[in-house]
Nanobody, 127 residues
Framework: QVQLVESGGGLVQTGGSLTLSCAASGGTFSRYAMGWFRQPVGKEREFAAAIRLNWNGGRTYYGASVKGRFTISRDSAKNMMFLQMNSLKPEDTAVYYC??????????????????WGQGTQVTVSS
C-alpha cells in the first residue's frame, strides 16, 4: 500500500504563503486522484482540494473556504503533490492531510472518496 508523507507545514503570519508537499512511496501513487484535507483542533476533518490524474481528466476541486487562495498540483514523475496556500488566515490553522484515491468516483470531495492517508502536517497562521 502506498505511504504518504506530508511536509512544509509551519508557522506563518496572516496574509502569508506556504506550500505543502506530499511524497508517495511503497506502491502505486494513485490510480485516480489525490487530495488535501484539513482538521482544526476540536473540529471535523474538512475537504480542501483534490486533483484527478491527467488520464482521468486532470480536473481540480476546491473547498469553498480555500477556493481562489489555494492551488493544488502534482508531479507524477516524482510521485509528489503540492498545495500552494496564499493569503492565509487564522482560520486556516489546522493539521493538513494528504490523501490518495484508488477507486473511480464521480467527484473527489469527501473522506470516503479516498483510500490512503498521510500522518498530517501542522499549519499555524498567526493573527
Amino acid at each position: 500500500q502506498v505511504q504518504l508523507v506530508e511536509s512544509g507545514g509551519g508557522l506563518v503570519q496572516t496574509g502569508g504563503s506556504l506550500t505543502l508537499s506530499c511524497a508517495a512511496s511503497g506502491g502505486t501513487f494513485s490510480r485516480y486522484a489525490m487530495g488535501w484535507f484539513r482538521q482544526p483542533v476540536g473540529k471535523e476533518r474538512e475537504f480542501a482540494a483534490a486533483i484527478r490524474l491527467n488520464w482521468n481528466g486532470g480536473r481540480t476541486y476546491y473547498g469553498a473556504s480555500v477556493k481562489g487562495r489555494f492551488t493544488i498540483s502534482r508531479d507524477s514523475a516524482k510521485n509528489m503533490m503540492f498545495l500552494q496556500m496564499n493569503s492565509l488566515k487564522p482560520e486556516d490553522t489546522a493539521v493538513y492531510y494528504c490523501a490518495a484515491a484508488n477507486n473511480p468516483r464521480s467527484t473527489y470531495r469527501t473522506e470516503n472518496d479516498f483510500d490512503s492517508w498521510g500522518q498530517g502536517t501542522q499549519v499555524t497562521v498567526s493573527s
